[in-house]
């Protein structure tokens, strides 16, 4: 049984920082490519990271700079590192191992707010 589960989200002030996890159960951690996604209440989920076999990593322009992905194939593990988080990042954040199909973890909420 694949189980993606995240975790580290929270509510953080503007300017702040949030480290996401998402750990891997039941595939062969290491043959997939990993997606960060976000989704904000009323919009459409959003591509926000990913990280290849390799390691070569992509981001969407809004987090570039800010945002970045990593992973730890020892650990199974994921990471989205979030600094100088903005009000505009607040979303449900969702971690996608890529493959046909696909598998979603269950999402960790991220607010931004003063």
């Known amino acids: 049984q694949v189980q993606l589960v995240e975790s580290g989200g929270g509510l953080v002030q503007p300017g702040g920082s949030l480290r996401l996890s998402c750990v891997a159960s039941g595939i062969i951690f290491s043959a997939y490519a990993m997606d960060w996604y976000r989704q904000a209440p009323g919009k459409q989920r959003e591509l926000v990271a990913t990280i290849n076999r390799s390691g070569t990593t992509d981001y969407v322009n809004s987090v570039k700079g800010r945002f970045t992905i990593s992973r730890d194939n020892a650990k199974n593990t994921v990471y989205l590192q979030m600094n100088s988080l903005k009000p505009e990042d607040t979303a449900a954040y969702y971690c996608?191992?890529?493959?046909?199909?696909?598998?979603w973890g269950q999402g960790t909420q991220v607010t931004v707010s003063a």
């Open positions: 996608h191992a890529r493959s046909i199909g696909g598998y």
